[in-house]
T-cell receptor, first 115, second 111 residues
Framework: SAVISQKPSRDICQRGTSLTIQCQVD?????MFWYRQQPGQSLTLIAT?????????ESGFVIDKFPISRPNLTFSTLTVSNMSPEDSSIYLC????????????FGDGTRLSIL | SQQGEEDPQALSIQEGENATMNCSYK?????LQWYRQNSGRGLVHLIL?????REKHSGRLRVTLDTSKKSSSLLITASRAADTASYFC???????????FGRGTSLIVHP
């Protein structure tokens, strides 16, 4: 199974600033995703990171706020822009092989606090 | 909207007891997966059961699927303190390969 490395593991940021989270997979994967998770809650999908093209965003998430890059099949970044306290959350990267019935493999997440 | 809904939301048991968590969903699925999340970590895939399967085992884990009732259960036998975690079900439906996660069950196993 794929091993996902995500960094930073946590950060405390000032409102109005931006933070870029990196996600590295140890093997080439077809699909990569970014999720947000409030402590003790379920996962909310932000977007699917598409290699070589613009990410596909879920309802309620926009590119200006959460720009995503995916330059190759093993790496992706998520930027949280112009942060406010409401953006305080856990951000998780995941990877999944192609085809039906493939499990997702997750990084350990980035715990983000906005002051 | 979330597809899977886990029940109970929280479960507290003693080491050695069995833990049963349930997941209900609303629409037809291709498969259902169970994940575990330890505190401060990402989710780890435990087991996948396809819509044409009724039961699967993996070590101390037993998963059942009842498509007529749109429900699944995860049984952890002879629980250990290390099983303390949140457990999520996730469903894949239609032509989408992206699973939809439920709210999770928080399991505490007391030593």
């Amino acid at each position: 199974s794929a091993v996902i490395s995500q960094k930073p593991s946590r950060d405390i940021c000032q409102r109005g600033t931006s933070l870029t989270i990196q996600c590295q997979v140890d093997s080439q994967v077809t699909m990569m995703f970014w999720y947000r998770q409030q402590p003790g809650q379920s996962l909310t999908l932000i977007a699917t990171a598409n290699q070589g093209s613009e990410a596909t965003y879920e309802s309620g998430f926009v590119i200006d706020k959460f720009p995503i890059s995916r330059p190759n099949l093993t790496f992706s970044t998520l930027t949280v822009s112009n942060m406010s306290p409401e953006d305080s959350s856990i951000y998780l990267c995941s990877a999944q092989g192609s085809g039906a019935g493939q499990p997702q493999h997750f990084g350990d997440g980035t715990r983000l606090s906005i002051l | 909207s979330q597809q899977g809904e886990e029940d109970p939301q929280a479960l507290s048991i003693q080491e050695g007891e069995n833990a049963t968590m349930n997941c209900s969903y609303k629409t037809s699925i291709n498969n259902l997966q169970w994940y575990r999340q330890n505190s401060g970590r990402g989710l780890v895939h435990l087991i996948l059961i396809r819509s044409n399967e009724r039961e699967k085992h993996s070590g101390r884990l037993r998963v059942t699927l009842d498509t007529s009732k749109k429900s699944s259960s995860l049984l952890i036998t002879a629980s250990r303190a290390a099983d303390t975690a949140s457990y999520f079900c996730a469903t894949q439906s239609g032509g989408s390969y992206i699973p939809t996660f439920g709210r999770g069950t928080s399991l505490i196993v007391h030593p």
